[in-house]
């Protein structure tokens, strides 16, 4: 597997897992708050912006540190 398909299919899974996780997350918040459906609707969009912000930074190479500061102060020192 090349690193263009490597890279695809982490995109492809984080995206999954960022709205998947999101939206359990927020389904039991509501089954235990009895909430429905609005805090699955919430955790839905975070885990959304979790996922779009984890392949900005897969694509940029900004992946190797803890922190999206510090990945970024090290990618300026190299």
Do not use: H
Not at 28 to 56: I, K
Not at 59 to 64: E, H, I, K, R
């Amino acid at each position: 597997m090349g690193a263009g398909a490597g890279i695809g299919v982490r995109i492809g899974v984080e995206l999954v897992a960022g709205i998947g996780v999101g939206s359990l997350i927020g389904y039991g918040l509501d089954a235990w708050l009895g909430t429905r459906p609005w805090l699955m609707v919430v955790f839905f969009f975070l885990g959304a912006a979790a996922s779009v912000m984890n392949m900005y930074r897969a694509v940029q190479g900004l992946d190797d540190s803890v922190g999206l500061g510090q990945a970024k102060r090290r990618r300026s020192l190299k």
